[in-house]
C-alpha cells in the first residue's frame, strides 16, 4: 500500500522559514515525478512546484519561485519542500504527490498518490 507522509509544517511569522518533507512508503518513486500543491480555506487546490522523475527541471509557481526549493532523497524515498521568505499568503495545507511518470504536471488530477497535509500557518 503506498502512503505519503508529510510533516514540518507549524505557525510562523511573515519572512521565516520552513520546510516541509514527505515520506513515501510502499514503493519506489525515485523515476516518478512528485510535486506540492496547497489549498487555502475556501480556495482551490493550487499547484506549489513539481520535480520530474529523473532529468529534467522543477516547475515552479509564479507565487513561490525564487522562494521555494524542491529537492529529494531518493535513498530515502523523501522530497522536501525549503520554503523561505514566507509570506501570509503562503498560509494553507500543503500535500505532496506522486505522479507514475517521469515527468511533473500542474494538474492535481494527474497525480495517484497524495499525502494528508500539513497545514503552514503564517502570521503578518
Known amino acids: 500500500q503506498v502512503q505519503l507522509v508529510e510533516s514540518g509544517g507549524g505557525l510562523v511569522q511573515a519572512g521565516d522559514s520552513l520546510r516541509l518533507s514527505c515520506a513515501a512508503s510502499g514503493r519506489t518513486f525515485s523515476r516518478y515525478a512528485m510535486a506540492w500543491f496547497r489549498q487555502a480555506p475556501g480556495k482551490e487546490r493550487e499547484f506549489v512546484v513539481s520535480?520530474?522523475?529523473?532529468?529534467?527541471?522543477?516547475d515552479y509557481a509564479d507565487s513561490v519561485k525564487g522562494r521555494f526549493t524542491i529537492s529529494r532523497d531518493n535513498a530515502k524515498n523523501t522530497v522536501y519542500l525549503q520554503m523561505n521568505s514566507l509570506k501570509p499568503e503562503d498560509t494553507a495545507v500543503y500535500y505532496c504527490?506522486?505522479?507514475?511518470?517521469?515527468?511533473?504536471?500542474?494538474?492535481?488530477?494527474?497525480?495517484?498518490?497524495w499525502g494528508q497535509g500539513t497545514q503552514v500557518t503564517v502570521s503578518s
Open positions: 504527490a506522486v505522479r507514475p511518470r517521469g515527468f511533473g504536471s500542474r494538474v492535481a488530477s494527474a497525480y495517484d498518490y
Open positions: 520535480l520530474p522523475g529523473s532529468t529534467g527541471d522543477s
